[in-house]
């Protein structure tokens, strides 16, 4: 009976990552199928053929679901040929090299990526695939949570072109027309008007690095005639002082996914603001405060944060403190981030007001606005760029500022 395994290819190796292959056992012989497939050999489970890829690895779900359908395209095939009007002569009759090209066809070229494969068709041997560069692009920015965002608009545009089958996106595909259909795309599926600033910002950061690099003519930019909309400014959305104190007193005995959420609120509200992304790389406590560089700016500016560690953050700290950095978890930042977002959004229903780390970090400065505290003061201790040029490059800041403070913010908080 026919079988089939996944194995890497450790012949092939690029990104640090090998392709997975799909070998067909039939009777005494063997036939070998490449996936496209690439993965880090630490994160894959050769022993199992229909989850062999860690939730770890990266773009794991994206990759399991490839493999998915090819081993499901084996098993129908497998199926069809045991039904009683093929009958198991038929199969029995197969070398392993035939049963392959009847599971899978013809055997496809083998994509620069793992994404999802649109076509069969002939690729363009120039190298004019804009969502290929659109990657490359991405995972070559220094910070870590912007490679992430770069991951996401790259699925985004992969949705794109299966929603309009299209074949690729190639450089001569980001036309003006091309871009206001995206935009349409972006706002017909519901989603917000961030998300359509920021894919279209990073389109044309990487279109224009292309372009740089020769892949398209300078008279091709799109972006000379088409104008990327601003946000519209909404509201600001914060809690006050009382609802600060609903959070810090609630009773969440037995949920200690929800305690760990709310911890890490209130520790956010504690750093002056500090996101989810900016805790988890903190380095450990050293000298009573705590000095990072915001890695919103980090690709500008290496200047540091010093933001002092009061009590009531030290208390926090006592039950998730790390070795090498200021916190630790079991487990990767996306299922922890994932996890503690949804432990915010549940608060937000128990406590009945909306309750998250951008509303933390507005709250926070807006708390400080209200104790009249100095703008620059603001802008240094939630990591702000300096815009001025006594800022930039003369003065040093007294970083005793921030904490004197902070913690008067948080004594106002306290007292309510």
């Given amino acids: 009976m026919a079988s089939i395994v996944l194995r890497l290819d450790d012949r092939t190796v690029k990104n640090q990552m090998n392709q997975v292959r799909i070998r067909i056992s039939h009777g005494h012989m063997s036939a070998w199928y490449p996936t496209g497939v690439w993965v880090e050999k630490q994160y894959f489970k050769e022993e199992s053929v229909y989850d062999p890829i860690d939730r770890r690895a990266y773009m794991a779900p994206m990759k399991r679901e490839q493999l998915a359908v090819l081993v499901r395209k084996y098993d129908e095939a497998l199926f069809d040929l045991t039904r009683a009007e093929y009958g198991e002569a038929t199969l029995a009759n197969m070398t392993a090299n035939e049963l392959r090209d009847y599971v899978f066809g013809q055997r496809p070229r083998i994509r620069k990526t793992a994404r999802q494969v649109v076509s069969s068709r002939r690729r363009s041997a120039t190298a004019t695939d804009f969502l290929d560069w659109f990657q ?241 003061v603001i802008d240094k201790s939630m990591g702000h760029m300096d815009q001025s040029v006594t800022g930039r490059y003369y003065e040093q800041y007294d970083w005793s500022r921030t904490a004197k403070w902070n913690r008067r913010i948080i004594d106002y908080v306290m007292q309510q």
Wanted: with cysteine; net charge positive.
């Fill in 136 to 376: 490359q692009y991405g995972e070559g920015r220094k910070s870590a949570n912007t490679r992430k965002h770069f991951t996401y608009v790259w699925s985004l545009l992969l949705q794109y072109i299966h929603a309009h089958n299209m074949r690729q996106l190639d450089f001569a595909d980001i036309t003006y027309q091309q871009l206001n259909n995206l935009k349409a795309w972006i706002r017909n599926t519901g989603r917000g008007e961030a998300t359509r600033f920021k894919t279209e910002s990073y389109v044309r950061a990487a279109y224009r690095e292309g372009m740089r690099m020769g892949m398209v003519d300078r008279n091709a930019d799109p972006f000379l005639l088409y104008r990327i909309e601003k946000v519209p400014e909404h509201e600001i959305v914060t809690v006050g002082a009382t609802e600060l104190r609903r959070l810090m007193d609630l009773s969440l005995d037995g949920h200690p996914g929800l305690e760990r959420s709310r911890d890490m609120l209130l520790a956010s509200f504690y750093l002056c603001g500090a996101n989810f992304w900016d805790m988890w790389q903190m380095p450990p406590v050293q000298d009573g405060e705590v000095a990072f560089v915001r890695s919103k700016v980090s690709g500008r500016t290496q200047k540091k944060v010093h933001i002092r560690v009061e009590p009531e953050l030290e208390a926090i700290l006592l039950k998730y403190r790390g070795e090498e950095t200021l916190l630790h978890f079991e487990g990767e930042f996306g299922n922890i981030q994932r996890n503690v977002c949804r432990g915010a959004k549940a608060l937000s229903d128990m406590l009945g007001f909306s309750i998250s780390f951008a509303v933390i970090r507005r709250t926070w400065a807006t708390i400080a606005g209200q104790l009249e505290c100095p703008d620059r």
